[in-house]
């Protein structure tokens, strides 16, 4: 019997597995801040639901998915769970600064066996990556990100973005120092929020 998520059909092995992140992140939640608390009662539709809703706009055959400011994993982890069983190959990196966060991911990785590792440093400390995808949700703005996307991602790869009521502010922001092709999604989860997916970033002049 299968299950869905963010409309997409899962196994149920995907669907405990996403259960087991969100035990992990509200057992965790109580040490470290991975999570707003306020979110905590509403974590499979506010941060479950809303991470897995970008994987479907992912291109089939990645191989590589960086995930920068990965924090609590969202939506690192839960990417990278939906991706077991639809893209068993591909390979995911979180990057994150904060030491006990990193702890956090390692954990989950090893205890759900995730075909993930993690880098404990500065976005932009970090080696760049040559991504096919790079994912990022609630970081920073729009123009704040597009060093670190096109540091980290391959000449034909995509950024797939997580973006709330100020996207559109943002992308002309953005679009006054960098150029870029542009889908942008409704999010399922957040009336106000756009899923962006940005590829052929390039520095105006």
Known sequence: MGMTIAGQDVSRETYEQLKQLSDLVQKWTKKI????????????ARHITDSAQIYPFAPENFRKWVDIGSGGGFPGLVVAILAKAKNPEATFVLLESDQRKCTFLRTVIRELDLNASVIATRIEDAPPQ????VSARALTSLSALMPY???HLSPTGQAL????????????????SWFFDLEDHQSLTD??????????IRRVG
């Open 130 to 133: 040559l991504a096919d995808i």
């Open 161 to 176: 973005l997580h973006k709330g009521k100020r996207h559109a502010e943002e992308i002309a922001e953005a679009r006054q």
């Open 191 to 200: 009336p106000d929020g756009r899923l962006l997916v940005i590829k052929g």
């Open 149 to 151: 996307l096109e540091t």
């Open 33 to 44: 801040n991975l999570i707003s608390p306020a979110t905590i009662s509403d974590i499979w």
